[in-house]
């Protein structure tokens, strides 16, 4: 693909960068070995593709907020633009990517939480499915593109844990996985503990350092020893229904492992730092303390406010923070801070964010350390996982042309 020297420049500008050739201005093709994490960037919700060394592919979330209400005037401007529906550019992001490892599929399918952000918003007017049972929004979109081997979310089979999860987009979500488990796609719930469930489908025998460990889902916490958990939330009858635990509390997380690389990622998992709340409802400290250290980390419900805290980031001490923005407070200054402190840990971190409010970079002065503030995140681990580099990629059309690269980074 050629481009011209101005757009390189352009997308050069982007980020505090090492130079890049023009040469290497395409992203080099994925190949048999290599872990590809991308965090593609919509604007608009969290879409993480990881494509396996074997060529396994797995993706966690698929979310698509739809413009309405006053909520617009927060949220970042969708990328690369709204001709399409947000989950429309994730399924074909995901197309194109895939076709390198010559796959059309997504093996595995994994829903951290119900919130339309990770799984796509219902609203009226939407169109139908081939199935004609659901609506296209998010996941839908993604799965009307592909097919999906096997879906893992935290409600199957009954979806009703605290209570019954019955919203619009979560009915449109569930419709859709039915539909599919009719032509064959297997359902199943997330299974904390097991490294048994997210495998390597097509060659596992030649890659034995390859693992993806659950870690926590439902407030059940792997402990860190053989699959074992534990429960950390209390027993639902001791509780009023206001204290029940919220949604983000009930994330699934992963830890992906490839030899020294590790990568954490678990939705929207808070740490509860609300003033004086019961230690369980800090669900994010506990299982990072379980799942880290680790090379990489997605920052959970997007560097919010209630995500991220100090023991958090101690206990992740990451090389490199990833940051799935939608929100002008996507990260908050108090996460912005916890993750550049070297008081939490020493040494040098980079920290990515597949987009970012104009505004936010006036209120939050220090986004101006971020490596990169727009563009798909891709973390690329080298055949066996002893480095990695990480690449943005441009959100502005489909050229997936590298705007920067970062790296190697040795894995620790
Ligand atoms: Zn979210």
Redesign the pocket.
Known sequence: MSISRRSFLAGLALSATPALSQQRATLASWTPGTLDIHHISTGR??CTLCILPDATSFMIDA?ALMPTGDDVQYQITPFPDSSRRPGEWLGRYAKRHLAHANRNEIDHFLLTHF?S??MGQFVPGLPRSKQGTHHLTGFADVAELMPMGRIVDRGFPNYDYPTPINDPSTNNYRECAKALARTGTKLEAFRVGTTSQFTLLRKPADFPNFEVRNIVANGELWTGIGDNTRKCFPELATLKASQYPTENMCSTGIRIRYGAFDYFSA??LPDGSSYGVPAWRDMETAATQIAGPVDVALAS??GYIDSTGPAVVRALRPRAFIIHAWDSAHPTMPALHNMLSQDLYPGPRDIFATAMKPEAKITIRRLSQLKSDNGHVLVRVAPGGASYQIHIITNRDESDRLTASFGPYTST
């Open positions: 919700g969290n979310g919130h952000d990770h939705g929207d419900h997007h």
